[in-house]
C-alpha cells in the first residue's frame, strides 16, 4: 500500500472545488488549455448513461453499479458520491495513470469529495472557488436557463453548505472569490506557478 501510494502521489495533484455556478469549470478548462503539457484532468467514474456525444473514457468512465460498489468497497477509488441516484468517483488507477505520464493530476470534486480525500495519503493541494454572494450565485444559475425553482433551491442550498465548508479556516490551501473571471483566474495561475509547480518537480 506504502509503495502504491508514493506512485500516486509523486507529483502532488490539485483538487478543485466550488459549488455549481461558482465558474470553478470554466477556470479549471483554461488551465488545461494553458498548459496541456503540464495537468491533466482526471476522468471519473459513473453509472448513469452517456449523454448525446459523451464518449466513454473521455468525458466519463461509464459503468454499472455493482462494478462501481464492488469496487469502492475493495479500495479501488479515492472519492466516490451519489447524485440522483447515480454513483460518481474518482478512482485510484485514475490518478496513477495520470502521475505516470508526468503530468499533475486536476480532480474536480464536490466538498464530500474533498473530505473523503482528507482521509487518504494524496497530499494534493486543494483550492476553493467562491461566488462573490449566494445572490450572485443564484443569478448565475437562473441565467443558464438550465433549472427548475426546485433544482435551484436544492442547488443554493447545497452551495451554502459548500461555502460554509470552503470558508473554514484550514480546508483550503487558496480561496479564490471568482467575482470578475480574469481576475480569480489570474489569482489561480499565481497560486499554481508559486507552488502546484514547483512541487511538481
Given at each position: 500500500?506504502?509503495?502504491?501510494?508514493?506512485a500516486i502521489s509523486k507529483l502532488r495533484p490539485l483538487v478543485l472545488c466550488g459549488p455549481s455556478g461558482s465558474g470553478k469549470s470554466t477556470l479549471l478548462q483554461r488551465i488545461l488549455k494553458e498548459y496541456p503539457d503540464r495537468f491533466s484532468l482526471s476522468v471519473s467514474h459513473t453509472t448513469r448513461k452517456p449523454r448525446p456525444g459523451e464518449v466513454d473514457g473521455?468525458?466519463?468512465?461509464?459503468t454499472d453499479s455493482s462494478n462501481m460498489e464492488k469496487a469502492i468497497s475493495e479500495g479501488k477509488f479515492i472519492e466516490s458520491a451519489k447524485f440522483s441516484g447515480n454513483l460518481y468517483g474518482t478512482s485510484k488507477e485514475s490518478v496513477?495513470?495520470?502521475?505516470?505520464?508526468?503530468?499533475i493530476c486536476i480532480l474536480d470534486v464536490e466538498v464530500n469529495g474533498v473530505r473523503q480525500i482528507k482521509q487518504t495519503d494524496l497530499n494534493p493541494w486543494y483550492v476553493?472557488?467562491?461566488?462573490?454572494s449566494l445572490a450572485v450565485l443564484e443569478e448565475r444559475l437562473r441565467a443558464r436557463k438550465t433549472?427548475?425553482?426546485?433544482?435551484l433551491r436544492k442547488r443554493l442550498d447545497t452551495a451554502h453548505i459548500e461555502m460554509e465548508y470552503g470558508?473554514?479556516?484550514g480546508n483550503f490551501d487558496k480561496i479564490?472569490?471568482?467575482?470578475?473571471?480574469?481576475v480569480?483566474?489570474?489569482?489561480?495561475?499565481?497560486?499554481?506557478?508559486?507552488?502546484?509547480?514547483?512541487?511538481?518537480?
Open positions: 500500500m506504502a509503495a502504491e501510494a508514493v473521455v468525458h466519463y468512465h461509464f496513477r495513470k495520470i502521475a505516470e505520464e508526468g503530468k476553493f472557488i467562491k461566488p462573490p433549472e427548475t425553482e426546485d433544482s470558508m473554514q479556516p479564490i472569490v471568482n467575482d470578475v473571471l480574469e480569480a483566474y489570474e489569482e489561480l495561475k499565481q497560486f499554481i506557478s508559486e507552488n502546484v509547480l514547483i512541487s511538481g518537480h
